[in-house]
Every structure is written in structure tokens, then in C-alpha cells.
């Protein structure tokens, strides 16, 4: 009461809200009038923002709070009443002609799409100081999966318009949710390398904010531990992307360009895109409103699983449960041994990749009416079996994912399989973690992310008729991996399985100790054989050959230790670096034709 003074208006009204919310507890320790004054106009600078980026309010936030940690001290199951089955859905195998056609279709989708790439993850499973997308996602060029990312998208772009009839949209727009860990290095790398190609108006940051965190069963707001005139907070999830495009307006201003698909993305899954075109054909050609990207899961992978779920009232819904929550779910429901593998081998039920793909008007009309609020729980670890108190504070969180939740049953959910050599390798693991994983299922790590994209260029080359020698075990930071020809291309070289086919003629052959990097759009492959290192890059309008026998004693592979401080970060949690002994270097800076041959 003796500070009311020194608050405005709006603020009055907020400390009215949080009294009525019964958080009198937050103003208990007040000094009078006079003392800490400006921390008092800082906390409710807090309060209103806290207020202010939470649809609904913190009024909302506490009522669900409430709701959310009863439910989860009665132990109640999120999923009772629901029975799982394993969903049908498109499951496509690369390089065949129903994929060519869907990966046709996407690109000719593409221009219709904006892209939204989640990235205010701090990534603290894998431990790495810097922010993720800035971590090379090869090093053989060294280029970061932002570069990637973006080089990607200026790529699509290029390709999808020149399919156009008329008129093109000539910019794929990018948003990039941050948040307080990664958004000013996220401005910084961007800035650094003049947005990779892109024009800085192509790419929108939006960032989350932290939520408030609960002391208790009754939601009481948590005081910092270190300063008792702020709210602890903590991060919300994923899932903040939904309400962030359509409080900020972006969405709105998609949907009235025209635009028709939003695609979203994570941190660090370096394949991705691979799987982009043939993805965006399905969400097309099917007409799906909500098209998530599933990999087979080997039971008890950490990604979540898309399940079919029944309820007892006849409604269903396809929709990922989270990986701790499918094994309970299925051992509830009829699948006495839980989440297993089957005779294949893998889990029946495909692992969420989380890249979805939205076509836009259902999503803006359901937005509309839930304001971008999704479906949140909560994961409070209680003190003892009387689940009275926590061990520390806990907060609401959500995921992007669960979206479809709140969707009709009317609304057209589906999902798309593809292989996981060709559309998944995250980085997310430290190297100690990664070497306990059980043998068998992926390790999720910098080495494992970087050795996929070897694997992935040599399995495509293969299937375009490359002979690619076959890969040697080797083990990185305690890891047994698949060492395949290090072979990496620009995304402007190829972005297609008929794109690759079209630069590859005659007799090609590549050996498994060589390294090749194609950095240019027209650079053809024909009657080479390569056992080295060979690296040709070339401007746009240099149309370059490249044949012959390259022989050379090309790049060598050195173990390093993750422990080995003096070796910079992003090289050791590899367990590995190149010695680059040898190579033939070649480039070309102007337009004209062409004939590499050594
Ligand atoms: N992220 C945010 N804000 C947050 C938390 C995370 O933007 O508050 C971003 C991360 O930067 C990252 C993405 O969200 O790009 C995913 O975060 P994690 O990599 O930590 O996600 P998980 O491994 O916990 O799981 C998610 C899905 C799983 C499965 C898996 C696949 O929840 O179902 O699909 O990714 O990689």
C-alpha cells in the first residue's frame, strides 16, 4: 500500500491482478517508500512484460499453471482415455519416381514458402559455449548451418522462380526465433557475414521471452534467489514460435503476399533440407493443412514418435508424444514391453524430426481464434511422494509440435517418412554423452552430424551412378562411425535428386580416403575418377567440366580428444580434424567455359 505512490496507473492495475492471483507474497519483503524505489518500478517493468508476452496474460498463466500442476499431482496422464495405434502416412523412398515427382512439385512450391527456423535453444545437452547454428556443419569448407541454411533457401528460391510462370515472388521470406541466450549472436553472426547472401530485409528475428517461474502446487510466482525484487524465469519451449508470428504480424503479412506454406526448422539438423523438396510436394499434392517430417525411430531414440491417438469418445488425432512419454502410453495401453523395436528393427511408430510444414490459411484462422497458444505442461520435480513441494522452481513449458492439438478433427494431419541417412543428423549430444548412447541407435553428436552429410553425398552420388567406394569404421571421441568419401556441394549445385543426375555423366568413381567439395552451380562431373582431395569452385556463369583421373594424397583424418583444450571447440567435440597434405585446387572467377582435368 505505502509504495502505491510511485507507480503509474497501469501499474496500480497490475499489482491488482497479482493480488487478486493471490501472489501477495511478492510484496511482503518491500522496503518503505524511499528505499530500492528504482528495483520496485524494475520489477513491475517485468510484470508487464511477462504480462504483455503471454497470450493471455499472467492471469492465463496462472490459471493453467494451477490447473496443469493439480492435474500432475493427481498423477493424472495426459493421454488417459486415448488409445495408441500406429498412423499410416507417406512413406517415400529416395530417388524413385514418386519421390522425383513430389521433389518437383516442392520446388515449385517454394516460392510460395517462408521459412521459420527455431533457434533460441541454448543446446545444453551438447555443452557448446557458442550459439548452435553457428557451429560449422561440416568442416571440410567450414561453412555454419546458418550459412547452410540460408545458402539453401537463396538456392530454392532461384530454383522455384525459374519454374514460374509470370509473375514471382521473388524473396523466400526467413524468421528466426532467438531468445535472450542466442539473440544478440545471432544479430552478430548475421551481421558479420552480411546475412549470408541474403538481403537483411529477407530475414526477421523474433524473440521469445522467458516465463515466470512457480515455487509451488498453487502457482506462486518464484522470486529470483538473487534479487528478491524480480520474477525468476525460465525458457518456455519451442512451442512460443506460434504466438511470436502472430503477435508480431508477420504471419499476416505472409498470408497477404500470397503466400502459402510456412515451414519450420531447428538448430542444427544438417540434412534437412535434403528432404525439403520431396516434403513440400507431399503437403501439396495431398493437401495437407499440417505435414510433419519423420524418420524410422529406433525405440527409445530421444525424439518423439507420431502416434495415432483414439479416445474413448471416437475422436483421434496423429500427433507426436514426446519420447518419456510413449513408453508409458504404450505399457498403459496394450504394448505390455513399452516403446520396442519390431522385426525391421525400428519402433513402429516414426520419429518426429520436427520440421513441419503449415499451409498458411488454416494456420492464420486457427491462430486467430487461440491467439498462438498452444497446448503447455508442466514437469515439476517434487521433493517427496507427497508431491507437496518442488526441489526447485518449475514453469510451463510447450513445443511446437503440438500445434495439431487443438485442430478439428476435420483438419488434414499427416506426415511424411523418409530415410534418416538422407533427412536427419542433429547435433545435440556432448561427446561424453554420445559415447554412452546403446549401440545401434544414433549418438546425435558433432561427429555423428558431420560424418551424415559424407554419408548422405556419397549414398546420392551412388544412386546417381557414382561409383563410391564403401565406408570404414573408424571411432571419434569414443564413437564407432561410418567413414564414407568426404564428399559436400553447395546447395546451389544441386538441390534435387534429378539436379544431381544432370551434373554426373560417364564413368565416375570416387575412393573412399577422397575428399571432393563442389562450391559452384555449374560444375559438371564427367568420367572422373578421384583418389585425393579436389576442391573446384567456380562463379555463377562459369560453366566448368571436371574429368580425368585426380589423383593426389588428398586430406588425412587425426583423432582429437574432446578434452584437448588447446584445439578450438567446434573441432574437438568432433574427435577429429583434417590434415589437409594435398589437393587440387581449382577456381574460377570468371564466366566462360571450362575443362578441369589434372
Ligand atoms: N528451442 C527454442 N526455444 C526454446 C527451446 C528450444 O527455440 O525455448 C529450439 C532449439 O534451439 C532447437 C529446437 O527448438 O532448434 C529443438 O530443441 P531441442 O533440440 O532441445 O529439442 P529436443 O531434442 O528436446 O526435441 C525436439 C522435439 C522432439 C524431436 C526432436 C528432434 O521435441 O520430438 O522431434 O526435437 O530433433
Known amino acids: 500500500q505505502k509504495n502505491l505512490s510511485l507507480l503509474s496507473p497501469e501499474q496500480v492495475e497490475l499489482a491488482k491482478m497479482l493480488l487478486e492471483k493471490e501472489q501477495s507474497h511478492l510484496f511482503q519483503h518491500w522496503s518503505e517508500p524511499g528505499v530500492n524505489d528504482d528495483e520496485k518500478r524494475a520489477f513491475f517493468d517485468q510484470i508487464a512484460k511477462l504480462n504483455?508476452?503471454?497470450?493471455?496474460?499472467?492471469?492465463?498463466?496462472?490459471?493453467?499453471?494451477r490447473e496443469l500442476l493439480a492435474d500432475s499431482k493427481a498423477g493424472k496422464n495426459p493421454y488417459d482415455g486415448f488409445t495408441p495405434s500406429v498412423p499410416s502416412g507417406e512413406v517415400l523412398t529416395y530417388g524413385d519416381d514418386n519421390f522425383v515427382q513430389f521433389e518437383e512439385a516442392g520446388v515449385k512450391e517454394a516460392r510460395k514458402a517462408a521459412f521459420v527456423l527455431v533457434a533460441g535453444g541454448l543446446g545444453e545437452r551438447l555443452g557448446y559455449n557458442g550459439i548452435k547454428v553457428a557451429l560449422p556443419r561440416e568442416t571440410t569448407t567450414g561453412t555454419c548451418f546458418l550459412q547452410h541454411y540460408i545458402e539453401t533457401i537463396l538456392a530454392l528460391q532461384e530454383a522455384s522462380c525459374s519454374l514460374a510462370e509470370g509473375n514471382c515472388q521473388p524473396e523466400i521470406p526467413l524468421a528466426i526465433m532467438t531468445s535472450d541466450d542466442t539473440h544478440l549472436r545471432t544479430m552478430e553472426l548475421l551481421g558479420k557475414n552480411s546475412f549470408f547472401g541474403m538481403k537483411p530485409t529477407q530475414v526477421k528475428l523474433l524473440k521469445q521471452e522467458k516465463v515466470a517461474c512457480l515455487d509451488d502446487n498453487?502457482?506462486?510466482?518464484?522470486?529470483?534467489?538473487?534479487?528478491?525484487?524480480?520474477?525468476?524465469?525460465?525458457?518456455?519451449?519451442?512451442?512460443?514460435?506460434?504466438?511470436?508470428?502472430?503477435?508480431?504480424?508477420?504471419?499476416?503479412?505472409?498470408?497477404?503476399?500470397?503466400?502459402?506454406?510456412?515451414?519450420?526448422?531447428?538448430?542444427?539438423?544438417?540434412?534437412?533440407?535434403?528432404?525439403?523438396?520431396?516434403?513440400?510436394?507431399?503437403?501439396?499434392?495431398?493437401?495437407?493443412?499440417?505435414?510433419?517430417?519423420?524418420?524410422?525411430?529406433?525405440?527409445?531414440?530421444?525424439?518423439?514418435?507420431?502416434?495415432?491417438?483414439?479416445?474413448?469418445?471416437?475422436?483421434?488425432?496423429?500427433?507426436?508424444?514426446?519420447?518419456?512419454?510413449?513408453?508409458?502410453?504404450?505399457?498403459?495401453?496394450?504394448?505390455?514391453?513399452?516403446?520396442?523395436?519390431?522385426?525391421?528393427?525400428?519402433?513402429?511408430?516414426?520419429?518426429?524430426i520436427n520440421q513441419l510444414i503449415f499451409e498458411i490459411g488454416p494456420y492464420i484462422e486457427?491462430?486467430?481464434?487461440?491467439?498462438?497458444?498452444?497446448?503447455?505442461?508442466?514437469?515439476?520435480?517434487?521433493?517427496?511422494?507427497?508431491?507437496?513441494?518442488?526441489?526447485?522452481?518449475t514453469r510451463l513449458e510447450c513445443m511446437m509440435q503440438d500445434y495439431p492439438k487443438t485442430l478439428p478433427p476435420s483438419a488434414r494431419v499427416g506426415f511424411t517418412v523418409m530415410d534418416a541417412w538422407l533427412a536427419y543428423a542433429p547435433v545435440k549430444n556432448n561427446p561424453e554423452d554420445a559415447a554412452?548412447?546403446?549401440?545401434?541407435?544414433?549418438?546425435?553428436?558433432?561427429?555423428?552430424?558431420?560424418?551424415?552429410?559424407?554419408?548422405?553425398?556419397?549414398?546420392?552420388?551412388?544412386?546417381?551412378?557414382?561409383?563410391?567406394?564403401?565406408?570404414?569404421?573408424?571411432?571419434?571421441?569414443?564413437?564407432?562411425?561410418?567413414?564414407?568419401?568426404?564428399?559436400?556441394?553447395?546447395?546451389?549445385?544441386?538441390l534435387t535428386f534429378s539436379e544431381v543426375k544432370s551434373k554426373v555423366s560417364g564413368n565416375c568413381s570416387i575412393s573412399q580416403r577422397s575428399t571432393m567439395a563442389i562450391k559452384g552451380r555449374d560444375i559438371a562431373l564427367e568420367d572422373l575418377s578421384l583418389d585425393g582431395a579436389l576442391i573446384t569452385e567456380a562463379v555463377d556463369g562459369a560453366e566448368v567440366k571436371v574429368g580425368g583421373s585426380v589423383q593426389n594424397k588428398g586430406w588425412t583424418i587425426e583423432n582429437v580428444d574432446y578434452k584437448e583444450t588447446s584445439i578450438p571447440e567446434e573441432i574437438r567435440i568432433r574427435g577429429f580434424r583434417f590434415n589437409k597434405v594435398e589437393q587440387l585446387e581449382k577456381t574460377y572467377t570468371d564466366p566462360g567455359k571450362y575443362f578441369l582435368k589434372p
Do not use: C
Open 366 to 393: 486457427e491462430l486467430t481464434k487461440t491467439g498462438g497458444a498452444i497446448k503447455e505442461f508442466v514437469n515439476p520435480k517434487y521433493k517427496d511422494a507427497t508431491k507437496t513441494a518442488f526441489k526447485s522452481s
Open 218 to 352: 498453487e502457482a506462486h510466482l518464484a522470486l529470483d534467489p538473487h534479487n528478491k525484487y524480480r520474477i525468476q524465469t525460465k525458457p518456455h519451449g519451442h512451442g512460443d514460435v506460434h504466438s511470436l508470428l502472430y503477435s508480431s504480424g508477420l504471419l499476416k503479412v505472409w498470408h497477404d503476399a500470397g503466400l502459402r506454406w510456412v515451414l519450420f526448422f531447428q538448430d542444427t539438423n544438417g540434412l534437412l533440407f535434403k528432404a525439403i523438396p520431396a516434403a513440400l510436394g507431399v503437403s501439396a499434392i495431398k493437401q495437407y493443412h499440417v505435414n510433419s517430417l519423420a524418420v524410422p525411430r529406433k525405440a527409445k531414440e530421444a525424439i518423439g514418435g507420431i502416434t495415432k491417438l483414439t479416445h474413448k469418445d471416437g475422436r483421434t488425432m496423429v500427433i507426436n508424444v514426446e519420447y518419456n512419454q510413449l513408453d508409458p502410453l504404450l505399457r498403459a495401453s496394450g504394448y505390455p514391453d513399452g516403446d520396442v523395436n519390431s522385426e525391421t528393427g525400428y519402433s513402429p511408430f516414426p520419429g518426429n
Open 436 to 494: 554412452k548412447v546403446p549401440k545401434g541407435n544414433p549418438y546425435h553428436s558433432a561427429t555423428s552430424g558431420e560424418m551424415a552429410i559424407y554419408r548422405s553425398h556419397s549414398l546420392i552420388l551412388r544412386k546417381a551412378g557414382v561409383k563410391i567406394d564403401d565406408p570404414v569404421i573408424q571411432v571419434f571421441n569414443g564413437q564407432e562411425v561410418e567413414v564414407w568419401s568426404r564428399v559436400v556441394w553447395k546447395p546451389k549445385w544441386a
Open 52 to 65: 504483455s508476452s503471454y497470450p493471455g496474460g499472467l492471469v492465463a498463466y496462472v490459471n493453467t499453471a
